[in-house]
């Protein structure tokens, strides 16, 4: 089982010019120091805030409060109580690729009209599955014979179930 960091940030990284924070999962009651360090340089330094127990997490947690980076580049790290965080990078394109993902996702999910897969992409479900089964999801079921009611006015009586259902078969 791989173990989480205690120094916990954005796993997509960071933007420049814009001031970030950090959570620090610590016992200590008083603030600790830390360092933001790139290429085994000592970019910034600081000291922690304590937050006491988040019972959301159920742990004790301290916020690191870093100003923005103006420097752009990958590998940067978060050292602070003897942890170390996931290398991340600062950017300004980090944020593109989320922001296609979402409208491709919501354009695919609310179209309300046939997508093909020259728009959803070669891996898209046969949209005639969809289809069948929003439309089952939506015809009342006789509770007997799990078949769908077509029609209240051509449902006649279920010859599975007997007399007291009716349904379409």
Do not use: K, Y
């Not at 000592?42 to 004790?60: W, Y």
Request: charged share 20%; glycine share 10%; net charge positive.
């Amino acid at each position: 089982m791989p173990t989480v960091p205690r120094v916990l940030l954005d796993q997509l990284g960071q933007r420049p010019g814009v001031p970030f924070s950090a959570t620090l999962v610590t016992d200590a009651s008083g603030p600790v120091g830390w360092h933001l360090e790139r290429e085994g340089q000592v970019l910034a330094t600081g000291t922690s805030t304590p937050c006491g127990h988040d019972p959301s997490a159920g742990l004790s947690v301290h916020v690191l409060q870093v100003g923005p980076l103006n420097q752009t580049g990958e590998g940067w790290r978060l050292h602070a109580d003897g942890a170390t965080s996931d290398p991340f990078r600062v950017a300004d394109d980090l944020h593109v690729a989320l922001a296609h993902d979402a409208l491709r996702f919501f354009h695919l999910q609310r179209s309300g009209v046939e997508i093909g897969p020259e728009v959803a992409g070669p891996r898209t479900r046969d949209p005639r599955v969809t289809r069948r089964r929003a439309r089952t999801a939506a015809t009342p079921v006789c509770r007997a014979c799990r078949r769908g009611v077509r029609s209240p006015r051509t449902a006649s009586t279920c010859t599975r179930a007997g007399p007291t259902t009716t349904c379409s078969t």
